[in-house]
């Protein structure tokens, strides 16, 4: 195994577990970390794409390496949207849950949005 | 070959993940995110892409950790309710299947790439003598995908549309963020002090040096916005209020530029951000000189949100 096979299995893990947790987690802000994972997971992808196409003197392929540089900064402008989003929603209705009032969610969430 | 601080590497890398979605608290969540940023970074540099490091150094683990971690704080109060919304075991077991689906499938992608692996990196060689830059980066980055950038720029600048469109109306024009009260023997008012001279010149040198060696403007742009965002938290100097018109001035130069000098290409050299022969190094520089303080503070302005404080009338 070598470092592209490594860093390969790494980013589809980081994918699988920022789906996961994208799914799992009842929280916007937590999704949007969750998102984050699967954002990096597939940047690590490209990134390893970039190595193994290293050539003519230079360290990695520069084009993908160039286009993750600007999806890591595109991707912390749409952090902050979202996070913008949230604390706009927090400001006014005091609650940042998905839940709607009349969701068929589980049980538990389901009382616990009808007592608030 | 495969080294142990690879396998390290990826390892943390993995457990701070399964951290940051599986943990209880969202403060401990956003926590782990930070380092697991850092990591990150080691992870590029183990795959030697340098530039990508920077960015993710600055960028992925310290201006979005700062983000998440101020969010984290802001909607503390709304944690208990989110608890008891845990999707049940069935949902969960669900998600873990179509997870793993997904990461599987990607691994044996990842696994079965093409050998020898497809590369543009000797295109660029051939032709980086024409761009008078020696990064082949920078050269991606200003002229061969010059396009991506350009749009890359405006994107951030809808972004700053976008966050300040969440402004509550009594409060539009106003300054963004809350008012900062910090005691003026604090230690963040000395290194508020200090620091920002000597940032500035790291960040204008990060940015100059990026034309022949791993740096660039997004990465000089967020260490110059870090002094910024310093002096903001440590209530040396406030927030200015979004309706200044040298704040939207400053907000545009870089696109405005960009495209103006994309078009005296059109006319010059036949296509839409073409650099005429013998004056690409120039019309690069004065493009990354433009862009600079845009993305400085573009990312300030996204990171400390919507106007929430009306100004007051003099």
């Known amino acids: 195994m070598n470092v592209s096979q490594l860093f390969g299995l790494t980013a589809a893990a980081l994918v699988g577990l920022g789906v996961y947790g994208l799914i799992v987690n009842p929280q916007p802000l937590r999704k949007v970390l969750a998102f984050n994972l699967t954002g990096n997971g597939v940047f690590l992808a490209c990134a390893v794409i970039a190595h193994r196409g290293a050539g003519a003197g230079m360290s990695g392929d520069p084009v993908p390496q160039a286009l993750l540089i600007t999806a890591i900064v595109v991707s912390f402008a749409a952090s902050a949207l979202a996070v913008g989003l949230m604390l706009r929603r927090f400001a006014e209705t005091g609650t940042n849950s998905l839940a709607a009032a009349d969701d068929a969610a589980p049980g538990e969430a389901r009382t616990n949005a009808e007592a608030r | ?314």
């Open chain 2, 1 to 314: 070959m495969i080294s142990a601080i690879s396998v390290g590497i990826g390892i943390l890398l993995l457990a701070l993940a399964l951290w940051t979605v599986v943990v209880r608290d969202t403060f401990a969540a956003v926590a782990g995110f930070i380092p697991y940023g850092l990591l990150l970074t080691l992870a590029w540099l183990v795959l030697r892409a340098v530039d990508v490091a920077l960015t993710e150094a600055a960028i992925g683990a310290g201006l979005t950790g700062a983000l998440l971690i101020r969010a984290a704080s802001r909607l503390h109060p709304t944690e208990t309710a989110a608890q008891a919304e845990t999707p049940g075991l069935a949902t969960r077991v669900a998600a873990g299947v179509a997870a793993t689906a997904v990461a599987v499938v990607i691994a044996l992608c990842l696994l079965r790439l093409p050998d020898p692996a497809p590369t543009l990196a000797p295109e660029v060689a051939r032709h980086i003598q024409a761009t008078g830059v020696g990064n082949p980066i920078t050269a991606v980055l200003l002229s061969f995908r010059a396009i991506d950038t350009l749009l890359e720029a405006i994107v951030l600048l809808f972004g700053v549309v976008g966050v300040w469109s969440l402004a509550p109306d009594r409060c539009w024009g106003g300054r963004p963020g809350l008012a900062q009260a910090v005691g003026p023997n604090d230690i963040l008012v000395y290194l508020a002090r200090v620091l920002p001279p000597i940032g500035v010149v790291i960040g204008i040198y990060i940015f100059w040096v990026g034309a022949d060696h791993p740096g660039g403007k997004f990465q000089g742009a967020t260490v110059i916005a870090a002094m910024w965002l310093l002096v903001m938290m440590s209530g040396l100097r406030d927030a200015p209020p979004v309706s200044r018109r040298w704040l939207r001035a400053v907000l545009i130069l870089g696109p405005a530029v960009f495209i103006a000098l994309g078009l005296l290409g059109a006319v010059m050299a036949g296509a839409f951000l073409a650099y005429p022969d013998g004056w690409a190094k120039l019309w690069i520089i004065i493009i990354e000189a433009a862009l600079l303080p845009s993305l400085a503070v573009t990312l300030v302005l996204l990171l400390i949100g919507p106007p929430q404080r009306p100004e007051v009338s003099p």
